[in-house]
């Protein structure tokens, strides 16, 4: 995330999914990890910030819903924590 809130970039560096259900995460297998670049709260309404199966934006993939939930929920976390905090991190 850069000083103005926009994601620079996501990676997952760990998983615990079973292998092929989550591969889609993994940067080295899919772009769909790639679908977060450039975005941030001000250009993307919270009510986004879901899948596509609840009403928002990012796709889910066949068999994994969980997964992408919680990638999602946890970026947005980021992006959150990244505004309430904007003025320490500068400062850091």
Known sequence: VDAQGK????RV???????GLADKIEA???DWIKVF???SLENTALDKWK??????QFDQFAGATI????????????LQFQ???AEQLKAE
């Open 51 to 56: 899948v596509k199966k609840d009403g928002g």
């Open 13 to 19: 560096l760990t998983h615990k999914e079973t292998p």
């Open 37 to 39: 670049d450039g975005l």
């Open 67 to 78: 997964t992408p939930r919680a990638v999602v929920k946890t970026v947005l976390q980021g």
């Open 83 to 85: 505004a309430r905090h």
């Open 7 to 10: 994601i620079l970039g996501v």
């Open 28 to 30: 080295s297998r899919s």
